[in-house]
């Protein structure tokens, strides 16, 4: 299946015929799937806790700033949750009058336009890029630094050296690129391959970020990787069938069918305990300089 951007033609799982992995992405993120969205930052909040607290991001930006100012390109903006960790952790005062000038990437308006509400010092929003990575026009370019945080999944293995190279190419010389993403150890990965092969078997897997760090060598780049490990959990069950859910753009199998579901169901019982549902998250900081 070949989707074409800025087409949201797949349901919110509700559909006989399950629409395929971004066509789901797309139809999620958008306005209808909000409450989804807020569910799942219940949890998946932390991640950007995790990855804000993991590197000093303001060394990086101060070390590509031009005349006290960054041009940047958030690739798969989303909800902007990387940008506002950044701003809640103090990055205005860090950067000292630096601004990063956000290009802000993202096939979905609806991100685009969430991602741009959050934005404040030191971040001014920019241009807008309502397109695929894939498909980004490749005179776009000369940023200073391009970051993508997990936002890589939804892009088809079989393209991800495509929009990878990409997000190389639009780096200008002494550029900084940064790729976080969940590797194949981690809970979004391990359940999204369970939960594909219970609901959708034929349906495209999420890219891990080993599958990343390959393309980032096809593109020329040998990249830099920190690790992280955490956990992230609830006790309330509709907490958890909400962020189980969003993980894998399906409203349509409540958590109590999942947990009754095979190697599904053997998985999610592990990550119970006295505690409620606690999942593991194995992340990679992958980071280059050009
Ligand atoms: C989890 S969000 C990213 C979170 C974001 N980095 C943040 O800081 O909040 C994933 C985003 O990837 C976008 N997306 C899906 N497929 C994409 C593609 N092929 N190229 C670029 N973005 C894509 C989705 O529309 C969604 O907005």
Known sequence: MSPTPGTPSG???????QPDTYERSLAHWAEQGRAGMEAFYALASEDYRQMVAARNWSADLRRVARDSRVRALDVACGSGKFPAELMRRGLADALAGTTVEVDLLDPSAFSIAEARSVLGPPFVPAAEHEVRLQDLDPSHGDYDVAWATHALYAIPPSELDAGVARMVA???PG???????ATTTSHYLRFAELFRAAHS????PFTSAEQVAASLVAAGVTPSVGTLRYTVGSTDRD?????????????????SRM?????LGEYLAGCRGPEGYRFVQDVHVLTWDV
């Open 175 to 181: 550029g900084f690129g940064a790729v976080v993403q």
């Open 201 to 204: 078997p034929a349906g495209t």
């Open 170 to 172: 639009a780096l200008r």
């Open 11 to 17: 349901t919110l799982g509700s559909g006989a015929e």
């Open 239 to 255: 907490v958890v069938e909400g962020f189980l859910q969003r993980c894998v753009f399906d409203d349509s199998v409540p958590l």
């Open 259 to 263: 947990e009754a579901d095979g190697p």
